[in-house]
């Protein structure tokens, strides 16, 4: 089996280094593996609304758009496609338990968001995309 490269660029200088991606390989069917890039694009555009309703201010609203879209209540989207086209049936137990932390993480910063304290709604960022880097650092799909 060939090892795939991951280049990543040191801070400081821009210096280019080579390091071996260790990244676990999870390999989907075609379907599951395009639907599964599809969301990942759409969470990380609804992650960023998030992010920036905070920001302005809209703490609640920030939080009803990331239960809606990335918490427990955005589970299952895919419980209707064939199972070959479903992202989490084909996922490793562990990438699968990571996204649903994922989820979870995000229903918790709803909640957070849902006392209006921008504050506590900011500080609870990281916490909801902790699983977002756990499993892209873990994972990959090709």
């Known amino acids: 089996m060939r090892k795939k490269t991951l280049l990543l660029v040191a801070l400081l200088g821009g210096t280019v280094i080579a390091a ?58 895919n419980r209707a496609l064939p199972l070959e086209a479903r992202p989490g ?25 849902a006392t209006g304290d921008r504050e506590k709604a900011l500080a609870a960022i990281p916490k909801m995309t902790a699983s977002c880097i756990a499993c892209h650092y873990s994972y990959r799909i090709r």
Do not use: C, Y
Not at 89 to 113: L, T, V
């Open 89 to 113: 049936a084909n996922m490793p137990p562990g990438m699968h338990q990571i996204g649903q932390e994922g989820h979870k993480d995000a229903s918790a910063f709803a909640a957070i968001a």
């Open 20 to 77: 071996e991606d260790v990244r676990q390989l999870a390999k989907l069917p075609p379907q599951a593996e395009i639907n599964l890039r599809e969301e990942m694009r759409v969470s990380l555009l609804q992650l960023n609304e998030v992010i920036s309703l905070v920001v302005a201010g809209k703490v609640k609203e920030a939080g009803e758009l990331a239960e809606k879209e990335l918490g427990i209540s955005a589970m299952g989207k």
